[in-house]
């Protein structure tokens, strides 16, 4: 088509023949202009007045040109003659004709509470999502840390539990040590302070003093020749005897015997031990036959 059958042609049909070269429907330019499909048509029939205003005329006729791959500024200058003039007051008269719904709505009525409430609520619940999941690990570590606390606690407690029982231990073994040390230290001072002992009266061979001895005294005579021995207990006589060869008496001296007189008719084949203890009444190896022996109790 030549250059003035294009421009001979209407606007209306020009742009219809391009949307439909173009392989696009009237539904299908209104859902990509989003210019409503009853505009569509009336700019195709050329019924500009069905438009919201003159201003809405060419807009979307340069939108809808450009849409069909039309140079839009070149189609309005060419059929500028065909097309209403506009007028800034039209513009605005008619804004809310061309969004009806939105714009509209926003300007007519003022945003309420529960309208604002309503643009919130995404912000507000994620918002609460987020201080419930702080909360959680807060609790959580709250928790361990108070778990922690109590194995520790509990650990101390059992090593100090553990430390005094065998601080204890130790304080009975040193305690049962130091024990049997004092029983055996007393043992052995009583055992020393009880320890039986015969001596001399000075310089005396025929004189001793006896201490520490038993209750009641026992004393054993022994010969390994024929002797004859006398015993003599607080100036009485206890027991008067004669003893064969290897012979042997025993003589229990009375519990009140505080002085023992002993003679011994042969003194150098007798023997005299008392509680058991060798009684040496004769330190000198006298060859003296009888030897009169006096011992004090004490």
Known sequence: MSENNEEQTTIG???KA???????????????????????????????????????????????????????????????????????????????????????????QPETTVGRVKNYLPTIIVTAIVIVILLFIWFMAVRTHAGSSS????????????????????????????????????????????????????????????????????????????????VTTNGSQTWQGTLTANGNHTVTLPSNASTVKFQFGNAVATSVTINGKKFNFNPNNSTSQVRTITLTIK
Do not use: M
């Open 18 to 108: 391009a949307r439909t070269a173009k392989g696009l429907t009237i539904d299908d330019l209104q859902q990509i202009t989003k210019i409503q499909k009853r505009y569509l048509i009336a700019i195709e029939d050329e019924q500009f007045d069905k438009l919201p205003g003159d201003f809405y005329v060419r807009a979307f006729v340069k939108q809808y040109a450009d849409t069909v791959d039309l140079d839009g500024n070149e189609l309005l200058e060419t059929y500028r003659d065909q097309l209403p003039t506009t007028h800034a007051e039209t513009y605005v008269q008619n804004v809310d004709d061309v969004q009806p719904t939105t714009r509209r709505a926003s300007r007519e």
């Open 13 to 15: 049909a020009r742009l």
């Open 151 to 230: 194995a520790d606690q509990a650990s101390s407690s059992s090593v100090q539990v553990s430390s005094n029982k065998s601080s204890s231990k130790a304080s009975a073994k040193s305690s049962s040590a130091a024990d049997k040390a004092s029983s055996e230290s007393k043992a052995k001072k009583a055992s020393a302070k009880k320890a039986q002992t015969i001596k001399a009266d000075g310089d005396s061979d025929t004189a001793y003093t006896l201490t520490n001895g038993a209750k009641e005294n026992k004393v054993e005579i022994k010969s390994t020749k024929a002797a004859w021995t006398s």
